[in-house]
Structure formats: structure tokens, C-alpha cells
């Protein structure tokens, strides 16, 4: 339903939220035949206007060849969908699907977490347009028979940073209570428009003494995209001491502290707090305070059509507790007939500076405690960023004794063959014999010392015209890198200096990967990478070593249960998440026997044994 509205709007509608809003509430109204004779609120959404008519008549069109009901949760989404893209961007909002919002709502009326429920208090500290308080009063209605207008007067609590969310919010349990029967003049709400990080609950809510159940979906804003102004705010709370922390962060804290001494909440939200560097503070946070916390994490399954990250459900009750409940599930287990199965994990066990490991965490505890971690052992490396590569990086369209030729736009441009080093991209590794077809060339503007410097302009110039020439015809594209904030040695330098130095003896590897990682050995100190990742080593035998120990079952069962998943099964490699991997003590007999034996069964076999790990044959 949502592309033909989209279309429709994009053509018909002003971005307007009240021109919008009146749209859908008339189209809602008309399309269940629902006449609306007291509420003044929604009297006010309803078209009258001649002009207006017209496009809800060609819009009721399109709802109508949709084929699909205009429920309630038909409107919700939709509301949610035509969210500018600009504010997606800053405020973080996204449609939680109804799934997700009847299984958070269930859990956290669960096992008498309320002890009074006809006066709970359930709020929603980010509720964009309403979607979750919707989903909490119909089950609240079904459990005490109350009334809306009681409900939305005293149970419910919504609070957004969108004066235009808090508007359809009041909407959508406007029209869930005149659908059933509560067509009354004014319905009562306890709906803010707000900052949630600086929001002052005691001051701004009516007799406020915390919340037994906080649900919701936390904005979803990366920390590249936060303005200054949110990034003060964010030093306020101590979940945000770490890195630099994503918008989602700080809500598990700010919903926390204003739960009632049992009380409970129940969030959907990113998974990346397990183990990623600005989720450090937080999960010192929980250890801390060591709440009752079950997670059921989707892994490597997109959730949200609208977001391409991954995510988890959250149900902590601020109640003490040794352990942590933790599955990895489908979506699709979520309402089977089959309870969900959960193991515990003791927070004891559990490092907050590392990451957490929650899955099959005592085989990984006893991987990471034995030898001595990767990290220690050797220098992972990212390859260069020129933060463009478009236009240094290329295949030679051709090349004669002097110049490479390189196409852009139809046009073919001499490159000196001087001026440019191998490079490889080493994402696209799949094993030696392929190595030489990914090799391609890089503009490289600097020296070839072992500490490479840029090349000074004027000698750029008079040594390498072609290329200088080349380079400044697409400088209004390389002065746009970091948004044109970018502060560089010369504007034809890279985006950032990493990698540029000669590396003799790497092992390159990609940064993701569905399987046991292909990795390349390569001892050409001219070739250069990027995209993937590098071991250095001090020598073939070394990296003969560790490659096969990167290749071997156990290494991949290690990445597959603790590092950051993506879609279709691909999991990091990032040295972050591998960086703990713990390297037996082999004596130098048992790494040369490793080096060199080629037959993988028997070589897993060998080395899950000095591991004391046998891997069922389920696992993979």
C-alpha cells in the first residue's frame, strides 16, 4: 500500500504534516464508512474544503485498488513511512511492526510485573506516532475493561521530540477509541512534546512518580549524525561515557531511572551494545546494577524494510538479578507454539570492556582464555581510505610504455604509469588464484619512502602533468569529502593517512564473510589495499600459520557466535571482534605441521583438540 501513496502524495500533496494529516483521517473515516458526530479533535482533520476534495476523491482511488484494509495499523505505518527523510535522519524514527509491538506488549505485561494495573502508568519516552501507547491500550482495555478516555486520561504517557508525532499519536487513539464507541468531545492525553534527553518527568508530568512499564523503539540515529547541541546532551548521562555513542544509547538509561522499583521495559533496538566500543559504558551500566535483562536478538535478520541495521528485544525489569537470559532467534519463533528457548549467562561472567558474549558464551569464554588473544600476537591493519575512490582507484582501460588510460564519463585519460602503485581490493580475495585479476591501480601522490610524504604541488605538477591535471579537473569532487570539512595534507592527498607505508609480508582478508575466511598471503611491499583488512607479519612462515588458523572450523565458529552479523549470513571480521580470539601456545613443530598440511578435516580436528572444544557437526 505504502509505494502508491507515496507516489500519490509526491504528485498531488505539499509535504504540509496538517495537509497530510487531514488527507489520511478523512480517507481513514471514509474508507470504514465511520461518521464522526462529537469528537471536535478529529471534527477538525475532516475535509470540507471543495479544493481538498477533489484529491481525497483520487486518493480514496488508491486506497481502494491497494486491496487492503485501512486499518488502524495500515494508518500507523503510514504515518510513519511519510516521515521526511531528513528527520528520519536526525530524530531516528521507524515503523516497528506489529509483530514486534503485540510480543514486547505481552512480555512486559507478563509474570504480575504490575501490581495495580487498573492505575499502571505506561509510557513511551521516543513514541513517534503512537504505534506502541496504541498497541498498550488495546491490551490494557482487554485485561481491565476500563475506557479509553480513562486510559488515555491516566495510564497512558507519550513523549516525542516531533510536535507533528505527538499530533497523529493523539489521532490514532482518537480514532481506536471512536471506532469503539467512544465518540465523545474531548478525549484527555497525557501526550509531551519534548527532548527526552533533557526532559524533566517530575516537573512536566502531572503527579509523576515513575512508570511501571516503559516500551517502545528507540530512535535510530548513528553518532555521525547527531548535531552538537545532542551530543552535549548525550555527556549527561554515563552510558555515553564510551566512544561515540549512537541516539539509542542513552534511552536504556534515561527508561531505567524512571521505572518504579519494579517495573519493567521493553524495547526493540539495535544489538550492536554487545559488543561494539560505544556500548562499553552501557554494558558496565547493566553489570552494575545487575538488573533481571532478557534479550532476544535477531541476528543477522533486518526487522525494520525502512533500516538497514540489526537488532534485538530488550525486557528488563528493575529488579536484581546474577543473570542475563539471552536467544538468538527468526522473528518468525516469536508467537510459534513453541516457547522461545533461553540460556542464562552470569553477568560475572560477562566482560563489559571486551564485548559481551552471550551465545554459547562458555565454549567462546574458554576460545578467548586460551594462549594468547590475536591482537596481541598481530597488527590488524584497515587499507588506505582515499573517501574516493572513484577517482583514484581504476582498471586500466589500456596502457602503453609511459601512461595507464583510465575511463571516466566516455573520456579516456592518461595516467603516469610513474605516479600509480598496485592495489587490491581485499573484499574480493577468494583465494591465490584469483589475486592477480583483482589487481588495479591507485593515483598515489606521494613519496615511496617508508614514510610517505605528499608530493609537493610544484613538483606534481612539472613530474606528473597528466595525472595533476586529471586529479584537478575532479577537484570539486574531492573538496566535497567529509561533507567539504576535510582537512588535508593537499587537496589531492587521501581522505586519511592510514596504510600508505610499504608492508612486506601481509595476509589479507575481507571485512565480512558467509563462510571460513579466504585469506591471501602477499609479500609485494608495492601493493597496496583496501576496503578489507591485513595481518602484518614478520615473515611467510608466520602468516602460513595464522592463515590457516583464520581458516580453520574453530576460527569461524568463534566469528559466527560472538561477531556482528549481516544479512544473508555474513558476519565482521573486523579486528574488533577478532582481536580476542585466543592463539593456542603451539610449539614451533605444531605450527610448521599447521602451515603445511592442506587436508582441513584433519587439521580442524587437530586444533580443536588442543583447544579441548569438539564442534557438533550441527554447529555448521
Not at 600476537?377 to 584497515?382: E, G, S, V
Not at 598515489?444 to 606534481?460: A, L, V
Request: hydrophobic share 35%.
Amino acid at each position: 500500500m505504502e509505494q502508491p501513496v507515496f507516489s500519490f502524495l509526491s504528485k498531488n500533496c505539499s509535504s504540509d504534516p496538517l495537509a497530510i494529516d487531514r488527507l489520511f483521517v478523512s480517507a481513514f473515516l471514509q474508507a470504514n464508512d465511520i461518521t464522526v458526530y462529537n469528537n471536535d479533535f478529529i471534527k477538525s482533520y475532516i475535509i470540507s474544503d471543495d479544493s481538498e476534495k477533489q484529491v481525497l476523491v483520487s486518493f480514496m482511488e488508491v486506497v481502494r485498488n491497494a486491496s487492503i484494509p485501512f486499518s488502524i495499523e495500515r494508518l500507523i505505518e503510514l504515518y510513519e513511512f511519510v516521515i521526511s527523510p531528513a528527520d528520519k535522519v536526525v530524530n531516528g524514527a521507524v515503523y516497528t511492526p506489529e509483530i514486534i509491538r503485540n510480543f514486547i506488549i505481552e512480555k512486559v505485561f507478563d509474570d504480575d510485573h504490575i501490581e495495580n494495573i487498573e492505575q499502571a502508568k505506561i509510557g513511551d519516552i521516543s513514541c513517534g506516532c503512537g504505534g506502541f501507547l496504541y498497541t498498550a491500550a488495546v491490551k490494557l482495555k482487554s485485561i481491565t475493561q476500563l475506557s479509553y478516555q480513562e486510559i488515555f486520561r491516566s495510564n497512558i504517557i507519550g513523549i516525542d521530540i516531533q510536535s507533528y508525532s505527538i499530533t497523529r499519536t493523539k489521532i490514532i487513539l482518537s480514532l481506536l477509541a471512536i471506532i469503539e464507541g467512544e465518540d465523545i468531545d474531548e478525549l484527555v492525553f497525557n501526550l509531551f512534546v519534548g527532548d527526552t534527553l533533557s526532559f524533566d518527568f517530575t516537573q512536566q508530568i502531572p503527579n509523576f512518580n515513575g512508570f511501571d512499564v516503559i516500551v517502545g523503539n528507540p530512535p535510530y540515529v548513528c553518532s555521525r549524525h547527531l548535531t552538537k547541541n545532542t551530543k552535549d546532551k548525550l555527556r549527561k548521562w554515563t552510558v555515553c561515557n564510551s566512544g561515540h555513542p549512537d541516539l539509542y544509547i542513552p534511552f536504556f538509561q534515561i527508561g531505567i531511572e524512571n521505572l518504579k522499583e519494579n517495573g519493567v521495559l521493553g524495547y526493540i533496538t539495535m544489538n550492536s551494545f554487545f559488543k561494539s566500543l560505544n556500548g562499553r559504558s552501557l554494558r558496565e551500566y547493566f553489570q552494575q546494577q545487575r538488573f533481571d535483562f532478557k534479550i532476544i536478538d535477531f541476528g543477522s535478520e533486518q526487522i525494520f524494510r525502512s533500516k538497514n541495521t540489526y537488532t534485538c528485544i530488550c525486557i528488563i525489569q528493575r529488579t536484581r538479578s546474577e543473570f542475563i537470559s539471552f536467544a538468538r532467534i527468526n522473528s518468525n519463533a516469536l508467537f510459534s507454539k513453541a516457547s522461545i528457548k533461553m540460556t542464562s549467562v552470569n553477568y560475572s561472567d560477562l566482560d563489559h570492556y571486551k564485548g559481551w558474549n552471550l551465545q554459547d558464551s562458555s565454549i567462546i569464554a574458554k576460545i578467548e582464555m586460551t594462549g594468547v588473544p590475536l591482537g596481541q600476537l598481530y597488527k590488524t591493519r584497515h587499507g588506505i581510505a582515499t573517501l574516493k575512490n572513484s577517482i583514484y582507484i581504476f582498471k586500466p582501460l589500456q596502457e602503453d610504455s609511459k601512461y595507464y588510460y583510465v575511463l571516466v564519463d566516455k573520456t579516456s585519460y592518461p595516467i603516469e604509469k610513474e605516479i600509480c602503485r598496485s592495489i587490491v581490493n581485499s573484499n574480493k580475495l577468494n583465494g591465490n588464484s584469483q589475486f592477480e585479476e583483482i589487481i588495479e591501480k591507485v593515483i598515489f601522490p606521494y613519496n615511496n619512502d617508508n614514510n610517505p610524504k605528499s608530493i609537493p604541488e610544484e613538483q606534481f605538477v612539472r613530474l606528473y602533468p597528466m595525472a595533476y591535471e586529471y586529479l584537478k579537473k575532479f577537484r570539486h569532487i574531492l573538496d566535497s569529502r567529509d561533507k567539504g570539512n576535510g582537512k588535508y595534507e593537499k587537496w589531492y592527498c587521501f581522505g586519511r593517512t592510514q596504510s600508505l607505508e610499504k608492508m612486506k609480508y601481509k595476509l589479507f582478508f575481507p571485512k565480512i564473510s558467509n563462510k571460513s575466511p579466504s585469506c591471501v598471503i602477499n609479500s609485494d611491499d608495492n601493493i597496496l589495499f583496501y576496503n578489507g583488512q591485513a595481518i602484518i607479519g614478520q615473515s611467510l612462515d608466520e602468516l602460513r600459520f595464522i592463515k590457516k588458523i583464520m581458516e580453520s572450523r574453530l576460527f569461524w565458529y568463534y566469528i559466527k557466535t560472538s561477531s556482528k552479523p549481516y544479512s544473508s549470513n555474513y558476519y565482521s571480521l573486523n579486528g574488533n571482534y577478532i582481536k580476542n580470539f585466543g592463539v593456542y601456545n603451539f610449539s614451533e613443530e605444531e605450527k610448521n605441521y599447521i602451515a603445511k598440511e592442506d587436508n582441513m578435516n584433519k587439521l580442524n580436528t587437530f586444533i580443536e583438540c588442543k583447544y579441548g572444544i569438539e564442534l557438533s557437526k550441527e554447529t555448521f
